[in-house]
């Protein structure tokens, strides 16, 4: 856990680390979670004004909204109040450079061994499917959109919002091997509309 609130950060950049600390590397975090754990990093800047005991969900609504559309730089955050949130991979990356910097937070606390063992059985999966084996062997082209399906995970009954969940998710697994991270752009390309794209 956190020694001490973390004054010296935004709203934006404790709401970011509340959502990694929470898992939101893997999986969407529901906002009443996000508003706790941010409370429990700073309350003084999450709590009523005269009653400091209480949370404010609306600060936490604000961080949120201003880290999906931020007035500069990428998105940090993706999702929705009725499904949650995850980090993007711009979040994700300044998450963890945050953690592996600072003074004020022990590292340890953060190293969530379930959200790596996720990561970890998710990229095997990957790597093992039929997408992914055509695309190495040099047969992109023959790749199908049933390949494609089972690679991501999604149907054609998938609605956008549960999309973008599942292409968060591999955008986070594969950001740091080459191989899959240029199969997955390859799939995108192919097989994904622009719409459906996860921000």
Known sequence: MIDQPIVELSNVQIVLLAIFDLGG???SIDIED?????FEYA????????????????VVSYAIKDAMIPKKGPSLISGNNKHGFMLTIDGLNWARSF??????????SYRNKSISEK?????????SSTAYLKYISGESGNI??????????????????????????????????????????????????EDQVAK
């Open 25 to 27: 590397e893997t999986n």
């Open 34 to 38: 996000i508003a706790i754990k941010a």
């Open 43 to 58: 309350p003084e800047k999450f709590s009523w004004r005269k009653f400091k005991d209480k949370i404010d969900l609306r």
């Open 99 to 108: 953690i592996t910097t600072s003074e004020t937070i022990k590292s340890s």
């Open 119 to 127: 990561i970890i059985l998710e990229k095997n999966r990957l790597v």
């Open 144 to 193: 199908t959109l049933s390949d494609f399906q089972d690679f991501a995970r999604v149907n054609e009954y998938f609605p956008v919002h549960a999309l973008h969940r599942r292409f968060a998710l591999i955008n986070n697994v594969v950001k740091d091997d080459e191989n899959l991270l240029s199969c997955w752009q390859f799939l995108q390309d192919k097989f994904i509309k």
